[in-house]
């Protein structure tokens, strides 16, 4: 079946805008997780849904940054007022439920570049 | 706060050789630990899950070992070949901090034919 798809693959904004990337998790998985890898670093946390709700979002940095999962599949992020600082490649995962024995599926990641 | 660290770095090998990827965690308390995959430009490709009472997972010339006692693992390629040229990321799952993943920085991996 089709694996985790993130849209859109590259973003290039100014600084300022509000953007939004979404990811479309695999079909079935309720948890679903997004990530922020910046170049020569692994990822790191951002926030994490089981169905519609977050569970845990402490890895936001700061309230510019914002993710909704409305109808418990679709998730989008969204960042206002967009810093420099905040281009990276924004990685979206999912799996089956949030049981610990779970693996996480990513997708291809969403490369933001804000000028 | 845990930390995981991937040694070494950067890692150049000829083909047809085995290699080892390290992998140290300073929390031992873990459900998990999963090894990635990422080529230039790419997602993250899971290789192996070992739970926290596994030893080892093994798939084709891939083999990772657990030792969570001790906090670490290491992935075991063989026979290497330039298609296993990627970067190789371990990450750790927390009994204390829920779903999320902490990541190492990778070791990239240049296999030369």
């Known amino acids: 079946g089709a694996g985790v798809s993130q849209t859109p693959s590259n973003k290039v904004t100014e600084k300022g805008k509000y953007v939004e990337l979404r990811c479309d998790p695999i079909s079935g998985h309720t948890a679903l997780y997004w990530y922020r890898q910046s170049l020569g670093q692994g990822p790191e946390f951002l926030i994490y849904f089981q169905g519609t709700g977050a569970a845990d979002d402490s890895g936001l940095p700061n309230d510019r940054f914002f993710a909704v999962r409305p109808e418990g599949s679709v998730s989008t992020l969204k960042i206002q007022r967009t810093e420099r600082g905040d281009s990276a490649v924004y990685l979206c995962?999912?799996?089956?439920?949030?049981?610990?024995?779970?693996?996480?599926?990513f997708g291809p990641g969403t490369r933001l570049t804000v000028l | 706060k845990q930390e995981v660290t991937q040694i070494p770095a950067a890692l150049s090998v000829p083909e047809g050789e085995n290699l080892v990827l390290n992998c140290s965690f300073t929390?031992?308390?873990?459900?998990?630990l999963q090894w990635f995959r990422q080529d230039p430009g790419k997602g993250l490709t899971s290789l192996l899950l070992?739970?926290?009472?596994?030893r080892e997972q093994t798939s084709g010339r891939l083999n990772a070992s657990l030792d969570k006692s001790s906090g670490r693992s290491t992935l075991y390629i063989a026979a290497s070949q330039p298609g296993d040229s990627a970067t190789y990321l371990c990450a750790v799952r927390l009994e204390t901090s829920g779903s999320r993943l902490t990541f190492g920085e990778g070791t990239q991996l240049t296999v030369n034919p």
């Open positions: 995962a999912s799996s089956l439920s949030r049981r610990s024995y779970n693996e996480q599926f």
């Open positions: 070992i739970q926290s009472s596994q």
């Open positions: 929390d031992s308390a873990i459900y998990n």
